[in-house]
């Protein structure tokens, strides 16, 4: 069963905790993204990664780390610079390096800050 | 900002109606694509449409772009309570750029 898996599906984090988000995908895609999305709004870019082992900034990079040191594994890490991480996480990835291609997404994390 | 904005925000029809959204974005593009989105689910590809096309067709969907615009529209025919849902349309930029950018989406509510 192909797909991309997020997890978890609701993370909570305390203040000056670093929280990890998972994300596999088995698609064989070179490309991975994280986007962020708040109530009633668009997406907006994170990191992106066209390959292993190397990834690049989004939008809004400031507060977040990834890394990609296997092909189908992009975890985001959201840390205690992120003033503000209450929101919904969403991963993509997408088959070839052309980052303006269809993306296929994942079933999303929401973090919540106790 | 190059994101697109979407038009109406929100829309509420009855069942065995058509649906249109618009998306309008600032510079040029290689293509724009519509997503579907469930609430607190992840998006679904609908459909892309390249910057040399007009229009193209998929199922009950019909997606129109005029470049000399920069406007594109999603028509869905015949909606059924399931087509409930935001529907993205999202820009996409080759060369330099390379991105996809999302707008801020239309809120659909289909009344059965």
């Known amino acids: 069963d192909g797909g991309i898996t997020q997890s978890p599906k609701y993370l909570f984090r305390k203040e000056g905790q670093n929280v990890t988000l998972s994300c596999e995908q088995n698609l064989n895609h070179d490309a991975m993204y994280w986007y962020r999305q708040d109530p009633g709004q668009g997406l907006r870019l994170i990191y992106y990664?066209?390959?292993?082992?190397?990834?690049q900034k989004g939008d809004i990079a400031e507060g977040y780390s990834v890394s990609r040191e296997k092909k189908e594994s992009f975890p985001l890490t959201v840390t205690s610079a992120q003033k503000n991480p209450t929101a919904f996480y969403l991963c993509?990835?997408?088959?070839?390096?052309?980052?303006?291609?269809?993306?296929?997404f994942g079933p999303g994390t929401r973090l919540l800050v106790l | 900002s190059q994101q697109g904005e979407e038009d109406p925000q929100a829309l509420s029809i009855q069942e065995g109606e058509n649906a249109t959204m618009n998306c309008s974005y600032k510079t040029s593009i290689n293509n724009l694509q519509w997503y579907r989105q469930n609430s607190g689910r992840g998006l679904v590809h609908l459909i892309l449409i390249r910057s040399n096309e007009r229009e193209k067709h998929s199922g009950r969907l019909r997606v129109t772009l005029d470049t000399s615009k920069k406007s594109s529209s999603l028509l869905i025919t015949a909606s059924r309570a399931a087509d409930t849902a935001s529907y993205f349309c999202a820009t996409g930029y080759g060369g330099a750029t390379n991105k996809l950018i999302f707008g801020t989406g239309t809120l659909l509510a289909v009344q059965p």
């Open positions: 993509a990835s997408s088959p070839g390096l052309a980052t303006s291609e269809t993306q296929y």
């Open positions: 990664s066209q390959i292993v082992n190397d990834f």
